[in-house]
Nanobody, 122 residues
């Protein structure tokens, strides 16, 4: 059973930086996709960024050039470096696991973490 656990959320000022971490386990092979999603109050969950085990990445337009997703394949650990954060980045952030190819479509993901809160203050 695949499991993913997020860490690293918190409070940050607008314009600042924050790094999220997701540790994955339970894979039976080395082919997978890991992604970050977020859900703001009153809104649907949306894809933020994803990376597959070959290193291919995909970003939502809203975070392109501000967020960087990376993957330590050996440790099955996913990172999201959030730079130049904005108040509209405030949301619950979720890590999810899917199969290749890389995707940020929520229906493609079958495993989810509990989520961590990211709050950006003005």
């Amino acid at each position: 059973q695949v499991q993913v656990v997020e860490s690293g959320g918190g409070l940050v000022q607008a314009g600042g930086s924050l790094r999220l971490t997701c540790t994955a386990s339970g894979y039976t092979d080395n082919f997978y996709t890991l992604g970050w999603f977020r859900q703001a109050p009153g809104k649907a969950r949306e894809g933020v960024a994803a990376i597959d085990s070959d290193g291919k990445t995909l970003y939502a337009d809203s975070v392109q050039a501000r967020f960087t997703i990376s993957l330590d394949n050996a440790r099955k650990t996913l990172y999201l470096q959030m730079d130049k954060v904005k108040t509209e980045d405030t949301a619950m952030y979720y890590c999810g696991s899917s199969n290749p190819p890389v995707t940020i479509r929520e229906p493609d993901y079958g495993y989810w973490g509990q989520g961590i809160q990211v709050t950006v203050s003005a």
